[in-house]
């Protein structure tokens, strides 16, 4: 990527900001090392795992990877033969740590599925579990190595202990015996030797050793003779610790050695997940949205903001690029916003390419480019004596040396800096040589001449950003298909320039170039009252779909909720039904059982009396189930019903339409209004007085109808879960009415969200009898034939 548009869209800043969100030296490092990529493929999968990254930190807050630390050249060293230090092995052990905790996060729920690139990095990190617990054993701090690190140094430690104890006892008895000749009656220590301040008059009354003496050589430190040897033997023990610790130091550097490759490679993934996490936050942060990717040169960015503009006060705007036209011109004055139109554009095509968020709505494209090209700035250079005319044109020439197909083209003021009809011509030429190349460009510019130009070239647009005359300031709202209006003389008049003098200038401008201004202002006028009304039209539509997509989430809801009461009742009735059964059964037991002992009169009395009780239970169920009916004048017991058929209910006094014949337990479907349940065949009666030849009403006439016109298949694409279930469900009875015995269900392959969705609610619906993916002529995984039941 040409490394002078990238320091002058400031992509450097972008990537500043963005290594500020990682936690580790090498992710940082990731960060500012990261460039625009013109590989289709790469993009794409850098964008992938950008957006699983963003799905990670909207519902976990982030990954664990607090307090990690680059041990690239700890590894090195180690693998070298070097003794490692505390703090560089406690930063192994740092990376260990969190390889485990990485590992259990992974674990929990199904981010596997979800997140499979994220998933599968972790998944190859190697835990050294028995490297981190030597360390942890070992090593306390930076500064400390733990008692525990070996046998050997414990009772080294211990014996120092003792050793230091037994010479403090010894000074401080001789600090009373010969307190008159001290300068103070404390033990000190110098130069890892215990000793007392004695008076420099008195050092012949102190037998021993002189360490020392005070800057005013009043006071010697001495060492006494009783204590030499005792301060020898911890000099020895002192030796032999740290003998030790080097030791202890220099196996544990061994073990990182061994594993140098593993942890390498730990080191180095785990900074790639910290540089995903960075991704993430700055997406996030900026209120970022992935974009779609293409490779046809095809811009069609959405409520842009330029990311170094405070999104409180940055105003949207729409870039389009490369469909209808493959140049755009933004013409209009100065201090009007095109310069930051031209900046955003190249920006978020860099942003994009990087694998990295755009501050743009949802839906936005961007192109993968070969090269992005941009001449931006006054580069006016006073060194090598150019104007400014000179350095645009300087890097202009630049540019049409290495412009292709595969190019992004950016120039601000174009043709800038010289006479304003040489300029104009040479602008004009210059972009058409660009088009010619088939480079896509965008321009700005304050020449009229390049208005008229872009109007009439084939593959050219102008654009403009609209000015508020009345304010004089810029609304940096970019309207494409209006060339922009000077405003000179607007801006004149509000500023109180006599009235006389822009009459006077009007009459110097020629006819057709007023009108043509005034041409413009028209439809700059009408333009803007336009997009207003279809930002009103949108507004109501987005409210008018939120609405919907709740009261069809609230209706499912309450469907879902009225079949579980349903069948919460059915099971209920079914309970008592079996109790009562096994009630029978038991007494019938006990019938059998009283027969077989019929020689016994007692036994004949019993059998008499549990048969007269199991007539009276039998006759009060049958009272009980009677009770709950209500007959009415007309109806006659059904002996066999099919789909379609209207019965009525005893049990509920209510009228409904059969879904589907007798089960093996003797009980059919019955739809009274919007409820469906199971109903015993016994429990329905059919009105005999109606006429045969009635006129087709209510409920068995409409399902009647909606068998004759339902379709083989319905089409669930691009619809919610819920939409699509509540859909399929209506669908499902429709088909099984009109006799159907496969069907299709149209949901496409996407994500396989709503495909394992339909997949699982087709397993446990009353009319299925089973479901199979689609050929590859039936439509392959977009599709499931579904075998109904008959």
Known sequence: ?????????????????????????????????????????????????????????????????????????????????????????????????????????????????????????????????????????AIVSEDEISDRASEKLYSIRRAIRDKNSRIREKLQSMLSTYSKYLQDPIITIRGDRYVIPVKAEHKGNVPGLVHDQSSSGSTLFIEPMAVVELN???????????????????????????????????NESIAYLDFLMAKAKFGLDLDGTIPEVNDDGILNIKAARHPLIDKEKVVPIDIRLGERYNALVITGPNTGGKTVTLKTAGLLTLMGMAGLAIPARDGSQISIFKNVFADIGDEQSIEQSLSTFSSHMTNIVKIMEKVDEGSLVLVDELGAGTDPTEGAALAMSILERLYQRGAKIIATTHYSELKVFAMEEEGFENASVEFDVDTLRPTYRLLIGIPGKSNAFEISKRLGLDEGVIERAREMIAKDAIKFEDVIQNLQSKTTLVERELDEAQRARREANELKKELSEKKYKFDSQRDKLIMKAQEEARSLIRQAKEEADRILKELNELRRRAAESAAIQEAEEARKKLKEKLEGMEIKDADTLEIKEGMVPVDEVKPGDEVYVTTLSQKGVVLSGPDSRGEVQIQIGVMKMNVPIKKLMRDVNKKQERKKTGAAAIVRQKANNVQTSIDLRGQTIDEALYNLDKYLDDAFLAGFEYVTIIHGKGTGALREGIKAALKRHHHVRSQRMGDITEGGSGVTIVELKK
């Open 1 to 137: 990527m040409n490394e002078r548009t990238l320091k002058v869209l400031e992509y450097d800043k972008i990537i500043e900001m963005l290594s500020q969100r990682a936690e580790s030296s090498l992710g940082k490092k990731m960060c500012l090392e990261l460039m625009p990529s013109s590989m289709m493929y790469e993009v794409r999968e850098r964008l992938n795992e950008t957006r699983e990254a963003i799905d990670v930190v909207l519902r976990w807050g982030s990954m664990p990877l607090g307090g990690i630390k680059d041990i690239g050249e700890t590894v090195k060293r180690a693998k070298m033969g070097f003794t490692l230090t505390p703090g560089e092995l406690l930063g192994v052990c740092d990376i260990l740590r969190c390889t485990k905790r990485l590992k259990g996060f992974m674990k929990e729920g199904s981010k596997s599925e979800l997140y499979p690139i994220i998933y599968e990095t972790v998944e190859s990190l190697v835990y050294i579990k028995n490297l981190q617990d030597a360390i942890e054993l």
């Open 232 to 266: 020898n033997e911890i000099k020895e023990l002192t030796l032999k610790e740290k003998a030790e610790i080097e030791r202890i130091l220099s196996e544990l550097s061994e073990r990182v050695a061994a594993s140098a490759d593993d942890l390498k490679y730990d």
